[in-house]
């Protein structure tokens, strides 16, 4: 079984600064699919950023973008020019590549809060 | 289009007790998922069903059942509710395919049980 571990429970930054959240992974499948999602104070689960693991270019979303290391199996979420909109709940989470039917593996989170 | 919609919001339920969990896409989507995400954890897959009469186990089935009779629905039952059962419940769908779609999470109920 694959696990998902993110180290940070909480980060705070200053707006407009940028910050780098934190994942690592472990499994024994070489095709899968890693994903970033924001969970506001809504509860509403939020997909910023996904990154196919037979792609060696890392995705890249405006502001979002990843460093995905395979060989590490490392998976880090990277916040440009941070808004007070960003403050979240960010987990990490991953899938193995068989169309989606499994369902998601998340990690336990990290409480991102952008100080004014 | 709605998306992916939860009934109730919010319960209260005595331990023992028993309920259902409503959720409904309007997107035709095949694969439909429950999630639970206990206090200060990730979500946690409990069943998930790919398709009209055909479900299965996830992580954390364990006194939970569901059903799919249509493509649109995908109700969770509780039975003999537990206060490890108290967890903000998530419903999910997204359409098949390679590459991976999306995803959609619906708004979540809030389950408390003493």
């Known amino acids: 079984a694959q696990t998902v571990t993110q180290s940070q429970p909480e980060m705070s930054v200053q707006e407009a600064e940028t910050v780098t959240l934190s994942c690592t992974y472990d499994t024994s499948e070489n095709n899968y699919y890693l994903f970033w999602y924001k969970q506001p104070p809504s509860r509403q689960m939020i997909l910023v950023i996904r990154?196919?693991?037979?792609?060696?270019q890392n995705a890249t979303e405006n502001r979002f973008s990843v460093n995905f290391q395979k060989a590490a199996k490392s998976f880090s979420l990277k916040i440009s020019d941070s808004q007070l909109g960003d403050t979240a709940m960010y987990f990490c989470?991953?899938?193995?590549?068989?169309?989606?039917?499994?369902?998601?593996?998340f990690g336990k989170g990290t409480h991102l809060i952008i100080q004014p | 289009n709605a998306g992916v919609t939860q009934t109730p919001k919010f319960r209260i339920l005595k331990i023992g007790q028993s309920m259902t969990l409503q959720c409904t896409q309007d997107?035709?989507?095949?694969?439909m998922y429950w999630y639970r995400q206990d206090p200060g954890m990730g979500l946690k897959l409990i069943y998930y069903s790919v398709g009209a009469g055909i479900t299965d186990k996830g992580e954390v089935p364990n006194g939970y059942n569901v059903s799919r009779s249509t493509t649109e629905d995908f109700p969770l039952r509780l039975e003999l509710a537990a206060p490890s059962q108290t967890s903000v419940y998530f419903c999910a769908s997204s359409p098949p395919g390679i590459p991976y779609n999306e995803q959609f999470f619906g708004p979540g109920t809030r389950l408390t049980v003493l």
């Open positions: 990154q196919e693991a037979y792609k060696q």
């Open positions: 989470a991953f899938m193995f590549s068989g169309g989606g039917a499994d369902g998601l593996t």
């Open positions: 997107m035709n989507h095949n694969y």
